[in-house]
């Protein structure tokens, strides 16, 4: 069974601050899928960025950026220049070639003014 | 818009009775998904369809669950004999069988049961 732990359940940052949210996972797969999702109070889960497990080099996406460390499986999520839209829950998810999507309990970003 | 759509987006029901919710994933997509997610947790795995067929389903999917998409397009889950465990967020994702695979979601539908 695949597994995937957010060990922050809430995070704050200072408004044009950085901010980096931890995500390990547990799998026997070589082949895999890891994302990021972000969702805001009340409103739907949107796609912050994906990482496919054979690409060493790790995904960039405007502000967001992950560190993805497979031997140690780890996938942390910086986010740059921390904006009062960043605010949400973030949820780290790892998908396998079954296509289900096992995510993690969430990590809830404060921003501060 | 052209995203995934869901109906109703909130739903409140005495223990016992029946609901169903609907799904329209986003045209293209052939491959759709339901999630249950509880207050605080994030979203779980339980079913998924590819067109019309059902390829799997969680353990989470008791008998009194149960999911259709007739035609490979809208989906409904049905939920009978609702208990008050029941409470949730039912969301829906829909992908593309290849390429990017990445799932997209709609804005789920909250059940209250009372």
């Known amino acids: 069974a695949q597994t995937v732990t957010q060990s922050q359940p809430e995070m704050s940052v200072q408004e044009a601050e950085t901010v980096t949210l931890s995500c390990t996972y547990d799998t026997s797969e070589s082949d895999y899928y890891l994302f990021w999702y972000k969702q805001p109070p009340s409103r739907q889960m949107i796609l912050v960025i994906r990482?496919?497990?054979?690409?060493?080099q790790n995904a960039t996406e405007n502000r967001f950026s992950v560190n993805f460390q497979k031997a140690a499986k780890s996938f942390s999520l910086k986010i740059s220049d921390s904006q009062l839209g960043d605010a949400a829950m973030y949820f780290c998810a790892y998908r396998p070639n079954d296509y289900k999507l096992s995510f993690g309990a969430g990590t809830t970003v404060t921003v501060r003014a | 818009d052209t995203g995934v759509s869901q109906d109703p987006r909130h739903k409140i029901t005495k223990r016992g009775q029946n609901v169903t919710f609907r799904c329209d994933p986003i045209s293209e997509h052939n491959r759709l998904y339901w999630y249950r997610q509880t207050l605080g947790q994030g979203p779980e795995f339980l079913t998924y369809?590819?067109?019309?067929?059902?390829?799997?389903k969680s353990r989470l999917l008791s008998d009194r669950f149960s999911a259709e998409r007739p035609k490979g397009s809208f989906s409904t889950l049905e939920i009978q004999r609702t208990e008050q465990g029941d409470s949730a967020m039912y969301l829906c994702a829909s992908s593309l069988e290849a390429g990017q695979e990445t799932q997209y979601f709609g804005p789920g539908t909250r059940l209250l049961v009372l």
């Open positions: 990482q496919e497990a054979y690409k060493q």
């Open positions: 369809f590819q067109n019309e067929a059902q390829l799997e």
